[in-house]
């Protein structure tokens, strides 16, 4: 039986995807072979991670993101800054923080409540990021501090359901399905 590997995003407008990548260029040539940089198509806002499952458990999870989607208004995302993180651990990634929003965490907390009921996974604490690289723990010894302002607003009106097929060269992403919110 062939599984799918599932979660779910917010994409990114293509000129917060081009100012991302501009970023990147800023640093690819430090430690070119120990960091792994996120592709321009693969930038997005990961909701939550569901997993392995079939096309039947996919078309019941696309149906129940319908209805959550139904339930939440479109709104805004504030970016803040570039830092390494996660913060307040050793750093194993670039990445963008996003400012902690009320209208965020409700989506976020009825989408992984939802898929906990489904899957009996237990999520972490949601902090809303935009993962541009990841790297070993023995890197981060190397870089240096890293807190840049990137100040943008996201729209989002909408949450896909994603695929990722995990390649040698790194994971390529393939929206499945997208549903507006409000809808």
Known sequence: MIKRRLF??????EEVKRKLIDYQGKWMDFEPHSINWVIKPNLHITMVFIGYVTDDEMYEICQTLKEIAKRHEPFFINLERIILGPPNTTPRMFWVEGEESQKLADLQGDLSDTIQQRTGYKYKAFRPHITLARFKYEIAKSLPKVDEPFKYQIPVESIELMQSNLKRTGPVYAVLES?????
């Open 8 to 13: 779910i995003a917010i994409n990114l407008p």
């Open 179 to 183: 549903m507006e919110l409000g809808g």
